[in-house]
């Protein structure tokens, strides 16, 4: 199983930036993929998550409205689009494989994260 995150960077208050997950080795239109974020000295925190087919889809409390997940399964491709970033946002994101759609958030795989670091 291989997850790979990019698209990260240093972006102002209020700026977007759109994560990518590159997912191999595994059935990939079986699972739900989701992301995960890690800020130091935080709790790691549940983004957001996306059914196997599409159809579906989770937010955090903390990002609802202002981030979108979707995916391409033809390319076993999974995208985050995060706008009106604040300094909050700040932390290393990782995607990851979720288990099953009604275990919200249990991951059982993921990768090196990416790093997103809001600030002027």
């Known amino acids: 199983v291989q997850l790979q995150a990019s698209g990260g960077g240093l972006v102002p208050p209020g700026g977007s930036l759109r994560l990518s997950c590159a997912a191999s080795?595994?059935?990939?239109?079986?699972?739900?993929i989701g992301w995960f974020r890690q800020a130091p000295g935080k709790q790691r925190e549940g983004v957001s998550c996306?059914?196997?087919?599409?159809?579906?889809?989770y937010y955090g409390d903390s990002v609802r409205g202002r981030f979108s997940i979707s995916r391409d399964n033809a390319k076993n491709m999974v995208y985050l689009q995060m706008n009106s970033l604040e300094p909050e946002d700040t932390a290393v994101y990782y995607c990851?494989?979720?288990?099953?759609?009604?275990?919200?958030?249990?991951?059982?795989?993921w990768g090196q994260g990416t790093q997103v670091t809001v600030s002027s």
């Open positions: 080795g595994f059935p990939f239109d079986d699972y739900p």
């Open positions: 996306i059914s196997s087919s599409g159809n579906d889809t």
């Open positions: 990851a494989r979720q288990k099953e759609w009604r275990h919200m958030f249990l991951f059982d795989s």
